[in-house]
């Protein structure tokens, strides 16, 4: 199994509809990072994560973490095509800032 | 303004042939990483640097050798390419404290025939 599991691994919504990622941790989490991927193209930062209970928000989108359960998620609220892309979360599980990402979700936000 | 630039953006070679990936940030960061995504889009992480100095050596061969010339460069030089070198490559950087948060570049497809 992987260290870093994500679900769903696919996800088609229809525009203006809520949705959320997970992302769950094998190891202890000295940070947790969303970025967003679209095809061919570099990574682009959204949130990170670092306390239990933290909660961090950007236009629609909202993360959270469960430190205790080593989890965190990642909701959009009212989605919108352009939030279409690959959401990949990314651990620190040793505190030397070398990221373990997960496999990503694919976000299809049909109009 | 690209703070964290890679080139080339695409790379296409034979098996056997040596080649360098060209990392450079414009952020002022003191720390550089390379990541590889494999074919089933998996991101790993391969090295990372701080003020020149290799932090990180993630079981990577002894065919790829990072070499940062200065603070703001990360270059990747891969000998004797296989096939299963066969990626897409980033180079990330952040500034020293652990906690902040790592910048990625465009990435560079790499295809080995």
Redesign the interface.
Known sequence: SQELEQSPQSLIVQEGKNLTINCTSSKTLYGLYWYKQKYGEGLIFLMMLQKGGEEKSHEKITAKLDEKKQQSSLHITASQPSHAGIYLCGADNTGRRALTFGSGTRLQVQP | DTA?SQTPKYLVTQMGNDKSIKCEQNLGHD?M?W?KQDS??????MF?YNNKEL??N?TVPNRFSPKSPDKAHLNLHINSLELGDSAVY?C?S?QGD??D???????T?LTVL
């Open positions: 964290v720390t990483y990541y089933k889009k998996f991101l790993k992480i990372s932090i990180i993630e980033f990330a952040s652990y906690s948060t790592q910048y990625f570049g465009p990435g497809r």
